[in-house]
């Protein structure tokens, strides 16, 4: 299984992640926890959001850590990377999370203030 911090349609409750378990059963994506993380940016590209590292420890992002298998992990990659997106990894509590960034400029009047996909302004 591999760590992911997921910000947005991939939290659980959202669009993305009942895709994953629909497509690859049960177990295939699992929500073990939540964090903040510092450093980073939120913001709205439509349907679906972005982030991008910032300069600022005061720039914070609510993530949910999931796991997921393999394959359901290709897949993702695959579905990110044909989107705009880079792989990333960050290390919370000395593990490893990959995440997705996105590679674009983006307009701070798109920026969600709040860092987090589901209180979006």
Known sequence: MTKILVYGTLRKGDYNFDRILNSFGEGSIVKTGETTLRGYK???????????????????????????????????????????????????DDVPHTIYEYKHQLSEDRRITTGDWFKRN
């Open 42 to 92: 939120l913001y709205n590209l439509g349907s679906y959001p972005g982030v991008v590292k910032s300069d600022s420890e005061n720039d914070i992002i609510v993530c949910d850590i999931v796991e997921v298998k393999e394959e359901a992990k290709k897949f993702i990659d695959l579905m990110e990377l044909g989107s705009g997106y880079k792989i990333e990894t960050v290390v919370v």
